[in-house]
């Protein structure tokens, strides 16, 4: 078993409120979960109106798969999200066996 996650570090276009930002994030957590059939959630700087990180994990039977949704959601961020800058993004592979 293979599980891993990916965490972008994400700046928020003109966004003045944390109401504003909810109305971003919300539908941005959403899509990802659902595109990619993995976890999502806003995971960090909650408090801050500008900024967020989400998170996105994935458990599969093959490290190759967990890649390509890793890769998968990555892409959609950048490519489909002109809104908002990604500033970085970590991740993590690890083995049941480790």
């Known amino acids: 078993m293979w599980i891993g996650w990916i965490e972008f570090d994400i700046l928020l276009g003109d966004v003045r409120s944390l109401k504003e930002k909810r109305s971003v994030i919300k539908p941005i957590v959403a899509e990802l979960s659902r595109r990619t059939e993995a976890s999502a959630a ?3 700087s909650a408090d801050l109106h500008r900024r967020t990180q989400i998170g996105v994990s994935v458990v599969a039977a093959h490290a190759s798969h967990v890649r390509d949704v890793l890769d998968q959601a990555e892409r959609m961020l950048v490519d489909q999200h002109p809104e908002i800058t990604l500033l970085s993004a970590r ?4 083995s049941s066996d480790d």
């Open 91 to 94: 991740r993590g592979l690890h």
């Open 42 to 44: 806003e995971v960090g």
